[in-house]
T-cell receptor, first 110, second 113 residues
Framework: GQSLEQPSEVTAVEGAIVQINCTYQTSGFYGLSWYQQHDGGAPTFLSY????GLEETGRFSSFLSRSDSYGYLLLQELQMKDSASYFCAVADNAGNMLTFGGGTRLMVKP | DGGITQSPKYLFRKEGQNVTLSCEQNLNHDAMYWYRQDPGQGLRLIYY???????QKGDIAEGYSVSREKKESFPLTVTSAQKNPTAFYLC????????????FGSGTRLTVV
């Protein structure tokens, strides 16, 4: 089976940088994804890491270390609109089915 | 525009009733998925389908049923056997290699009254 651990809540101020960690235990691993979900809304895809290292997409970056079964999402220049829940997800060996972590609720304060 | 449509947005069910949640996509994606989300929790997989006329159980399939008669459609039935059905239900789709990005519908919020 798959299990993922991430902090339940993180608070930061506008303009700051925040890192959301994710550790996983899996029977098969294809890659690590990150999704953002605003209250009452649908999750939206943010980033994907299939190989070790850093992937950068604008203000968001994601990192993966397969040997440590660890990844993180880095959000820079935080804005109020970044207040949302962030989920890490692991894909199975075939690269299709995702198992999600419990989510990290990010609160950005002025 | 391509996307996934879930309906209805809100659904109320009496105890002992079966209800069906609709999910339609026009993205030409092969794979479709149903997830359940409880307040403050992550997403748990109910069922998934990678091709028409084929589907597999996820982690919490008991009390649910699905069909995949068309590539575009993947309806979920919540049966009376599901003892705690009140939740937010999300449908998603992806191409093969879906790890690189699921597209989610806007969800159906089901409440038992």
């Amino acid at each position: 089976g798959q299990s993922l651990e991430q902090p339940s809540e993180v608070t930061a101020v506008e303009g700051a940088i925040v890192q959301i960690n994710c550790t996983y235990q899996t029977s098969g691993f294809y890659g690590l994804s990150w999704y953002q979900q605003h209250d009452g809304g649908a999750p939206t895809f943010l980033s994907y890491n299939g190989l070790d290292g850093l992937e950068e997409t604008g203000r968001f970056s994601s990192f993966l270390s397969r040997s440590d079964s660890y990844g993180y999402l880095l959000l820079q220049e935080l804005q109020m609109k970044d207040s949302a829940s962030y989920f890490c997800a692991v894909a199975d060996n075939a690269g299709n089915m995702l198992t999600f972590g419990g989510g990290t609720r990010l609160m950005v304060k002025p | 525009d391509g996307g996934i449509t879930q309906s209805p947005k809100y659904l109320f069910r009496k105890e002992g009733q079966n209800v069906t949640l609709s999910c339609e996509q026009n993205l030409n994606h092969d794979a479709m998925y149903w997830y359940r989300q409880d307040p403050g929790q992550g997403l748990r997989l109910i069922y998934y389908s990678q091709i028409v006329n084929d589907f597999q159980k996820g982690d919490i399939a008991e009390g649910y049923s699905v069909s995949r008669e068309k590539k575009e459609s993947f309806p979920l039935t919540v049966t009376s056997a599901q003892k705690n059905p009140t939740a937010f239900y999300l449908c998603a789709s992806s191409n093969s290699g879906g790890a690189r990005g699921y597209t989610f519908g806007s969800g159906t919020r089901l409440t038992v009254v």
